[in-house]
């Protein structure tokens, strides 16, 4: 039988002293590298660059049995991540709070679940926390979880786990992220049971028109709080509309179709349930992602959309349209309009014949920026073609008067009206979309300027266009649904909207 030397047994545990003393030799560093002994790689590791390949290198053999270093590696991984927007970057940070996980990090778990929480993957970071042990080694980490734990129900929708998972548990007052978060809950009314009215109501004289803002988690809600800001700031149309603090909504009071570039859906008749704590003319929900619309006293937006997108939305809920093309058979590109339908948009035949004042007349009487437009401003221009002693006309001011408001092509309804192009044949049938300004507007590109135009347009005539209260939608909704006891009394209660506004109008008149 081969015998060893009994110095070999000894050898590893010798080589860690002496390296843990800082008591080696370079020769004595050199073979405990090759050998990947551990002290010496921790050595090695300590005075490499921070994010080197070197670096890298050393903690990847390292977290085949260290925790730090598994922890070191995923923590890496993430912050390159989320500086490079790089998912394959983050799947190693994942692999490596696994591997923390296995060998035996509660802390991996934390760090890991905060990874998913923050990728929006909330069932995965709920899964992630609901495999730690009840117990934890110490009160920062179980107040860390307890935190992330609420978040996660508060998303999910679950507020009545989340009510008794914070009365039997509590934050330790030097926990600063805890006690903004006990006064996010309280702000933005997610676990209140009460009936509370907003704060705003006694000064909503003030504005035309007011609006509910909703989301389903604390991230969104605070967004909202900050795209209120800038809207108050950039936006002209901030003095018309009250925006109270945003309010939660789970998610579970919720049934919407929301994928990007494609308008947000929902159905409306589950707005009943948050009536009661409301008091404003609109609502609005923001969701992670779907395309901005408003229908009817509904505003729909997502995480993604900027002040200006946001003030687009709300100039709809104030009675402007679009000036970008419709989607075809919209409802209001069908045919000439029977009736004016909003501040900036109309809808009229293109061509005219007869004496040119009783024409300009007849035009101006169905167009609700006529004010706007000076006596001077031509609205109309002869074609030539005569029936009789009378002229023809195309409608449209002429290119030279293009600075002054009158009436001009707009792309609103090219996807659905027979085009006004000049080569057209002359007939009645021929109508087209037209609006005030030649220049391009926030209601064609959002990020153009709201022109102060409209604002003259709209002071004019404040309420003719609002779009109604939101218990509208809700009475739709139930009627298209076939649940029409109830459906009287929502249109009640949108009725009751209409007269309030007539009694602030008179309260604005004059201020405005």
């Known amino acids: 039988m081969t015998s060893l030397s009994s110095s070999s047994f000894f050898l ?25 002994h551990i002290s010496a790689l921790t050595i090695e590791e300590r005075n490499s660059v921070v994010g080197s390949s070197q670096w890298l290198t050393l903690n990847r053999e390292l977290a085949k049995s260290q925790i730090n270093s598994a922890l070191k590696l995923g923590h890496w991984y993430q912050l390159a991540a989320e500086s490079e927007s790089n998912k394959v970057l983050t799947d190693k940070a994942v692999m490596w709070f696994e591997q923390a996980i296995r060998l035996g990090s509660q802390k991996a778990h934390l760090l890991l679940a905060q990874l998913y929480y923050g990728q929006d ?19 920062d980490l179980t107040e860390s979880v307890l935190l992330l734990r609420l978040k996660i129900l508060i998303e999910l929708g679950d507020i009545e786990l989340a009510k008794l998972l914070l009365k039997s548990n509590h934050f330790t007052h030097d926990n600063n992220e805890a006690q903004r978060f006990l006064m996010d809950i309280e702000k933005y009314s997610v676990m209140s049971d009460k009936t509370t009215k907003n704060s705003y109501i006694a000064d909503s004289s003030k504005c035309l028109t ?4 909703f989301a389903t988690n604390l991230s969104h809600l605070k967004h909202i709080d900050q795209l209120i800001k800038r809207f108050t700031e ?7 509309i009250c925006l109270p603090t945003p309010k939660y909504i789970s998610i579970k009071q919720l049934d919407c179709k929301a994928k990007a570039e494609q308008a947000i859906s929902c159905d409306e008749s589950r707005w009943q349930s948050i009536t009661k704590g409301v008091n404003t003319r609109h609502i609005g929900l923001m969701l992670k992602e779907g395309g901005a619309n408003v229908h009817l006293g509904i505003l729909y937006f997502d995480f993604n959309d900027s002040a200006d997108v946001f003030s687009h939305e709300v100039s709809h809920l104030l009675g402007f349209v679009d000036e970008y093309p ?3 058979g919209h409802d209001k590109c069908q045919g000439v309009q029977q009736e004016t339908f909003s501040h900036n948009i109309a809808v009229l035949n293109s061509y005219y014949h007869g004496e040119l004042k009783a024409v300009r007349a007849n035009i101006l009487d169905n167009i609700s920026w006529a004010q706007s437009i000076k006596a001077s401003t031509p609205i109309l221009q002869e074609i030539g073609a005569r029936v009789g002693d009378k002229k023809h006309w195309r409608l449209g001011t002429p290119s030279e008067y293009q600075d002054e408001v009158g009436v001009y092509l707009s792309e609103s309804c090219q996807n659905s009206a027979m085009g006004a192009d000049v080569t057209s044949t002359i007939t009645e049938l021929s109508y087209s979309s037209f609006k005030p300004l030649f220049r391009h507007t926030q209601l064609r590109y959002f ?10 347009i709209l002071e004019r005539r404040p309420s003719d266009f609002l779009m109604p209260s939101y218990h509208y939608n809700i009475a739709l909704s139930l009627y298209q649904q076939g649940k029409s006891s109830t459906v009287k009394y929502w249109i009640d209660k949108a009725a009751e909207w209409e007269s309030d506004t007539v009694r602030k109008l008179k309260i604005l008149k004059g201020k405005l």
């Open 210 to 213: 007011s609006l509910q803002l």
């Open 12 to 36: 590893s545990e010798y080589l860690t002293e002496q390296l843990s003393n800082d008591n080696y030799r370079k020769g004595q560093l050199t073979f405990a590298l090759k050998h990947n």
């Open 326 to 328: 419709l989607i075809k």
């Open 121 to 139: 993957q909330v069932v995965k970071a709920r899964g992630t926390l609901a495999s730690l042990p009840s117990q934890f080694s110490t009160n």
């Open 234 to 240: 950039q936006q002209t149309l901030a003095k018309y």
């Open 447 to 456: 990020e153009n300027e709201f022109p102060e135009e409209y604002l003259t």
